[in-house]
């Protein structure tokens, strides 16, 4: 009965394959593998078979199963990592099946990189969707290694992580030929990547930078409202986590903001929403309230990175910490840390004739407590449900990629 042993071999060919893998390969009397695979066995005289139709191959592996014949077939790298052998193993009896893997793309990658790799995200897009790569990136993970195919190239890459315009800021490397002697690795902004060309055969790897956001900042050339999420700095284990650009341009306009105001961010985060409010009325004072020293600390870097100077962040929790602040025309709450119930019975105190209050809610629970309180107060309040969806590109077409839907509540005093 005839064996079949899975050989992985690499850019190197022959000379990269151990000795008592060699002769394996040397005792073959059927060759089965790529045409690139099969020219590192020039002088081999087995039959060879050329891996192009997986299932005209498997049919004719099949038929020499009953045969004495000794099978080997080629595969890249490791054939149970992203490889054919999940194929193989559905296909053909698994224990006919030997493995010999060789060293994969990523474990050469992060070697040459000199990065360790245990903690990685591997992700392969060969065939496949960038849908886990959107997923990875969103959450900010730190290290990325995206096996690529002839769509999804590392340009293709690049597009969507800018597309996306994240606050998390990743270094490019792309890791070309990796084993043979034009290996090629090189580090890459994703806008230099844009309309770059590369070898057929590479691995990206995205590594987070220091500061999650880009590390220089032309103020100048900023909008005047609307900032990317991307200019603002974010917490490492929280990227994401801020008010988004287009749900943050309808809490402006529903502030109905004026010059010389006195305005209240309660649950600031990144401190998005509190400098956006700064930048356009400079005359105003504008607090920004957050629950944590780090988040203090953040919203401080923001300001001074966005040369913002009328923003003033407090570190506690609200209502307490609110108590001592000048009362304000508007409110602005994003976050609550479980309090909003007295957070809006202290609001509801302190808020000047004809001021204004909006809150941003996630949940259908903080909504029915929100509209049970303003009901209960008979408040003037109208609602806005936010299902924002952006355009994603995907290969060479374009979706769309939802974000988290928001409701916006905006209340008034009668």
């Known amino acids: 009965m005839s064996e079949i042993n899975v050989v992985g071999i690499g850019l190197d060919g022959a000379a990269g394959l151990t000795e008592s893998v060699r002769e394996i ?49 080629l595969v890249s790298g490791d054939p149970l990592f992203f490889g054919l052998g999940r194929l193989l193993l559905s296909k053909l009896p698994p224990a006919k099946l030997h493995f010999y893997p ?12 000199k990065v360790p790799w245990q903690d990685a995200k591997i992700i392969s897009a060969h065939g496949r969707s960038l849908d886990e790569l959107s997923k990875a990136l969103q959450q900010g993970i730190d290290k990325i290694a995206i096996l690529t195919d002839g769509k999804n190239t590392p340009s293709a890459i690049a597009n969507l992580y800018l597309a996306l315009d994240l606050p998390t800021s990743y270094d490019f490397w792309v890791c070309e030929n990796l084993g043979a002697t034009e290996e090629n690795v090189n580090c890459y902004s994703p806008e230099n990547l844009e309309t770059k060309t590369f070898a057929k055969l590479n691995v990206v790897v995205l590594i987070k930078g220091e500061l999650t956001a880009q590390n220089e ?30 749900v943050r341009l309808v809490i ?34 504008v607090y920004a309230i957050e629950k944590t020293a780090m988040g203090k600390a953040l919203i401080e870097q923001n300001c001074q990175r ?36 007295s957070i809006l019975d202290f609001c509801a105190t302190k808020l000047l004739t004809e001021g204004i209050l ?20 008979d408040w003037n309040y ?33």
């Open 25 to 73: 390969v040397e005792q073959a009397t059927l060759l089965v593998g790529s045409d690139r695979h099969l020219t590192y066995f020039p002088q081999h005289p087995a039959l060879r078979l050329v891996l192009g139709n997986f299932t005209t191959a498997i049919t004719e592996i099949r038929q020499r199963l009953d045969n004495s014949d000794s099978i080997v077939i």
């Open 102 to 113: 060789h060293l994969s793309s990523v474990q050469l990658a992060f070697n040459r990189l």
């Open 217 to 246: 900042l032309n103020v100048k050339e900023l909008p005047l409202i609307g900032l990317p999420d991307r200019t603002f700095l974010s917490l490492r284990d929280r990227p994401g986590l801020m008010t988004k650009r287009e």
């Open 252 to 285: 402006l306009g529903e502030l109905a903001l004026k010059s010389g105001q006195t305005v209240w961010d309660i649950g600031a985060g990144t401190g998005s929403v509190a400098i956006e409010i700064a930048r356009l009325c400079p005359n105003s004072q």
């Open 306 to 341: 966005l040369q913002v100077n009328n923003v003033y962040s407090l570190h506690g929790i609200a209502p307490k910490i609110l108590t001592d602040l000048p009362a304000p025309n508007r409110i602005f709450i994003g976050g609550s840390g479980g309090n909003l119930e």
């Open 358 to 377: 909006v809150l941003a809610l996630a949940t259908l629970e903080h909504l029915n407590l929100t509209l049970n309180w303003l009901q209960n107060r």
């Open 382 to 414: 109208r609602i806005l449900q936010l299902n924002i969806a952006r355009s994603t590109p995907v290969a060479q077409l374009t979706r769309f990629s939802p974000l988290n839907p928001v409701t916006i509540v905006n209340a008034s005093q009668k």
